[in-house]
């Protein structure tokens, strides 16, 4: 099993509407979370770290689930600049230098 | 954007010859970190520094070799390039970690490889 597993996708979306992915991490140690965003061709970007309690960014809102050891993003209002590959992350609970990336869940936002 | 940039951002080289990426950040953070990206596989961390001339391994470190000098520099050298090193590069940086965490990496635009 992989230590952090995403639904590839693609996920194809009309604009306007409301999307969510999960992810889930096989280590129940793991204290920070974060959703980033790859555009083609580029570099992974910071999306926003996970809380606890849950976290909003405007249209984008992340939950965490511990007892069952999964991360959500949930993206409102799609818009089409949010076409992307959408990356969850963990930290490596055997070295705290070191995060791990799942592989990515495709967003396809057409108008 | 966190000022990190890597060069060459594209190298084509040939199997065998030793190839070195540099990345540079004016961010002074402590952590630095070499992923490659392939399709399917995902980002895999290659190498990682916690400190100047403090590196260790990652895990796919086979064939490659790093330097820190300084805290701004940190140099990813493929000893002898072949043709599975194809990928792109990425070089990422870290603040010192939070008590009981890890602070988020910021990543530089990437090196593109190929290796005939």
């Known amino acids: 099993r992989k230590e952090v597993e995403q639904d590839p996708g693609p996920f194809n979306v009309p604009e306007g509407a409301t999307v969510a992915f999960n992810c889930t991490y096989s280590n129940s140690a793991s204290q920070s979370f974060f959703w980033y965003r790859q555009d083609c061709r580029k570099e992974p970007k910071l999306l926003m770290s996970v809380y606890s309690s849950g976290n909003e960014d405007g249209r984008f809102t992340a939950q965490l689930n511990r007892a069952s050891q999964y991360i959500s993003l949930l993206i409102r209002d799609s818009k089409l600049s949010d076409s992307a590959t959408y990356l969850c992350?963990?930290?490596?609970?055997?070295?705290?230098?070191?995060?791990?990336f799942g592989s990515g869940t495709r967003l396809l936002v057409r108008p | 954007d966190a000022g990190i940039t890597q060069s060459p951002r594209h190298k084509v080289t040939e199997t065998g010859t030793p190839v070195t990426l540099r990345c540079h950040q004016t961010e002074n953070h402590r952590y630095m970190y070499w992923y490659r990206q392939d399709p399917g596989h995902g980002l895999r961390l290659i190498h990682y520094s916690y400190g100047v001339k403090d590196t260790d391994k990652g895990e796919v470190s086979d064939g490659y070799s790093v330097s820190r000098s300084k805290t701004e520099d940190f140099l990813l050298t493929l000893e002898s390039a072949t043709s599975s090193q194809t990928s792109v590069y990425f070089c990422a940086i870290s603040e010192s970690k939070l008590a009981g965490g890890l602070r988020e990496q910021y990543f530089g635009p990437g090196t593109r490889l190929t290796v005939t």
């Open positions: 992350v963990v930290n490596r609970v055997d070295s705290s230098y070191k995060l791990i």
